[in-house]
Each structure stands twice: as C-alpha cells, then as structure tokens.
C-alpha cells in the first residue's frame, strides 16, 4: 500500500499520518506514539524551510516541497544477494544490516558472532524487544522542536539501524548499515531513522551506506543519533552514492560525553539536492571530535554541507576538514559553525574548508563562523576557493609528465587529503575507488 504525501503544500503530510500511524511499526506504544504526533505538529508548524531562513540560506528545498511522494506501507520489493555484493566493502568482516526501501531485509543481512551485551538489530524490531532502552535515547537529542526535516522523520520513523554496546565492551568489526532504494513509477519517501548507543570505555565503527539501482526520484529522509559514553571512541561513515535524480537530508546528531572520541568521515558522491548536517555536542570535559568530508558535485547536482559543532564542556578539542570538488554546473555550500558556551574553558577548535573548481559554471559558498562566549579558548577557521594551480601543472609537465596525468595527479592529491584519514583501509580502498571512478565518468564525458 502506499499513500500520496503531498499534493501542494504541507497538508498533504497531515492527512495521510493517521493512516500511517494505523500501520506503522511500532504503534500503540505510547510515548513512540507521542513522538510521532510530536513529530507532526511541529512539522505543520515549521513547514519546509526556505532561503529566508538563514540556515538554508543557499539551499532552496521547493523541489523537495512540490514533488508528490509516496510512502510503501506494505511489501518489500525482491533485491538479489547479488545485488547487494555491488555495495559491499571487499576483504572487511562486518555486520552487515541491509534495508530496502527503508525496511529491513532479514534475509539480506548477516550480522556477525557479538560480544555479549552488543545489540545489533533494525529499529523496526528494537521497538518489540528493545523498547526501554529506546525510550531513554529515541528523539532525545535530535531537534524536531525546530528542524523541520527531523521533524518529518519523528512523525514517519520507522525503521532504520540500532545499535547499543554496553560499557567496557569493543565491537571489533564495523556494522554496515546498507539502505538501498529500488527502482520507482512515482517519487517515495523513506524517513530513516538511526539510534547508537555506546557505553563507557566502549568501542565501535559504524558506516551508514546509501545506494540505489537506478536514477529514480525519491527522497531519503535520514536522521541518526549518536550518544557516546565517557571515554568511548566511535568511527561514524556516512557515504551516499545515490540517484542523480534523488533527494537527500542527512542529520547526525551526536552527544558526547566526557573524555569521548569522535571521528566522523562523510563522502558525497550522489543525488540531485543533498543536505549533510552534523551536529556533534562536546558535552563531557576533555572530548574530542574530529569532522572530515568531501563532496564532489557535478552537473547540476547541489549538495550542502551544514556543520554545527558546540564546545559546552571544558577542555575539548575538534578539528573539522571539508574539502569540495565541484564540476559542470554544479553547487556545493559549505556553512561551518563553532559554538563555545560561556563554561567551555581551555576549548581548541579548529574549521578548514578548501574547494576545488574544475568548471567556470561551478559554483561554491562557504561561510565559517565563530560564536565564542568563553574568554580563555584558541579557536581558527579557514576557507578557500580555487582552480587548478596552473603552476603545479607546470611544473610536473616540465619533468616529463603530460599535462592530463599531471592534473590528475593534482586531484588525487587534493581528494586524497580527506581520505587518507579513514582508519579502515578497506573502507578507505572502497572510498577511493569511488573518486577515482568519478574522474574517468569526468574524462568520459568531456570526451562525448
């Protein structure tokens, strides 16, 4: 069964929740009930964002706004294990936790022997076994009071990752969180919903993965929590190899507390209009947060990166490096901000955006900013824009290279920059392949 969403406006999505809220995953417990209808009413009331709001200030969402989506409230369309080798990180043990259309295909995943006390499991099947841990985590620290998007997905959750690792436990290998969208007739929706929860002095690398067969139109609505526990380390990778023809916003939302690491690694390769919030919250003393992405847009596609670190502890340090590829007549925005509280002493930050633009009608706008309210802080932020350094082109050439290797070479070395701080080389392999299949499809089509 699916339902039409919207037909003009945001009343599209009011009618259709109570006959969601009829089937969904989950219903008739009563505070994931409150949630949705939570979800809902704020939704109404925000409605979609608009370039009048300065957070979206370069990013309209009026394509998102007027297509009619549907959501597949029954069925499961048949994907091959075949199928889902395409999308498989070679030679690396994992979980693996494979969804379709936004639901959990059992028979698609394999999760790996675990480490007693480890959960890993779908949401859909977390809220029957799992519910009292969801209830103290699920929605309590991503912001659907004034995110319009998070909003949409609390009210239409209902399926995605779980994960809990109790404290002093290490899960040794990776889970995949594997989403794969098939081919459509109309535009869907699918609002993912991921919950991680880590322990004390625990340990996890959690890659959330979104691919589809096809150039269909649709839009993945994701939103992910992450709570780290004191002295915890966690490896997040959220890479999106989507439709050229698809809708992305992305959040992940992270609580730190005390003496807890972060690396968070994101590389943007697909979708028509892409959304990447991070929102990392150092609220324990002495974490750490190390926030790395590329993007690398062409054609036409836009892809927003939208960074808000906040500093509420003393002692923390983050360091955040985005770097930007952009091609044909694409878009890229790159909107960093760091928040320091007025108690977050002794904080140590530090923002790097740098941009590549390998086309005149290419076009980036990075805006980092700074709101400190404490006195005693080191806080940096830089951004740069920029073409092929003509003078390293010449100089290779000058020793023998030709000229296409030689920028070759220079791209490499610019891509490479960001990725070379994936820990998980066959993570980083697979990462690689991507951008370097990127630039033949580069060379390709200038060819054609």
């Known amino acids: 069964m699916s339902v039409t969403l919207s037909t003009g406006g945001n009343d599209g999505f009011l009618k259709v929740f109570s006959d969601f809220k009829e089937h969904a995953s989950g219903k008739g417990i009563g505070w994931l009930d409150s949630i949705r209808e939570k979800g809902i009413a704020k939704f109404s ?20 706004a007027r297509t009619n989506f549907g959501i597949e409230m029954n069925g499961r369309p048949k994907v091959s294990k075949q199928t889902v080798n395409r999308f498989i990180f070679p030679d690396l ?55 319009a998007f998070t909003a949409l997905n609390a009210a239409f959750m209902e399926d995605g990752g779980f994960i809990y690792l109790p404290d002093k436990t290490v899960l040794k290998n990776p889970v995949h969180l594997l989403f794969i969208t098939t081919e459509k007739e109309k535009p869907a929706i699918t609002n993912v919903r991921n919950l991680i929860i880590v322990g004390d002095n625990s340990e996890a690398n959690i890659v959330e993965h979104y691919v589809s ?3 269909s139109v649709y839009l993945s609505n994701v939103v992910t929590e992450l709570v780290l526990g004191e002295n915890s380390t966690v490896g997040h990778y ?54 790395n992405g590329l993007f690398m847009p062409t054609g036409r596609q836009h892809m927003d990166n939208y960074m808000v670190v906040e500093h509420a502890s003393p002692h923390c340090d983050s360091r955040q490096f985005y770097n930007g590829v952009l091609d044909g007549r694409s878009r890229g925005v790159f909107h960093g901000r760091i928040i320091v509280h007025k108690d977050a002493q002794k904080t140590d930050a530090k923002q790097t955006n740098r941009n590549l ?16 309210y404490a006195d005693d802080v080191k806080c940096t932020h830089g951004a740069t824009i920029g073409q092929m350094d003509e003078n390293a082109v010449f100089y290779l050439r000058s020793r023998g290279i030709p000229d296409e290797t030689a920028r070759d070479i220079l791209m490499s070395a610019f891509t490479s920059a960001t990725l070379e701080s994936i820990k998980i080389e066959q993570i980083r392999s697979y990462c690689e392949k991507l951008v370097a299949d990127w630039f033949v499809q580069r060379k390709l089509s200038k060819k054609a």
């Open 45 to 64: 009331e925000l409605g979609f964002p608009t370039p009048d709001n300065e957070d979206w200030r370069f990013t309209n969402v009026t394509p998102i």
């Open 93 to 147: 043990t994992c979980s693996l936790l494979v969804f379709i259309d936004g639901r959990y295909s059992q028979e698609l995943s394999s999760i790996s022997e675990l480490p007693e006390g480890i959960k890993v499991l779908s949401l859909s099947e977390a809220f029957d076994r799992e519910e009292e841990l969801l209830q103290q985590s699920l929605s309590a620290y991503a912001d659907f009071e004034n995110e």
């Open 213 to 215: 067969l096809n150039d």
């Open 238 to 291: 959220l890479l999106e190899q989507e439709s050229k023809k698809a809708f992305n916003i992305s959040t992940l939302r992270v609580q730190q507390a005390r003496s807890s690491n972060l690396r968070s690694h994101s590389v943007l390769l697909g979708g028509a209009l892409v959304r990447n919030n991070v929102h990392p919250v150092l609220a324990g003393e002495a974490c750490d947060s190390l926030i």
């Open 357 to 372: 633009l390998l086309s005149d009608n290419a076009q980036i706008d990075t805006k980092p900013q700074l709101e400190i």
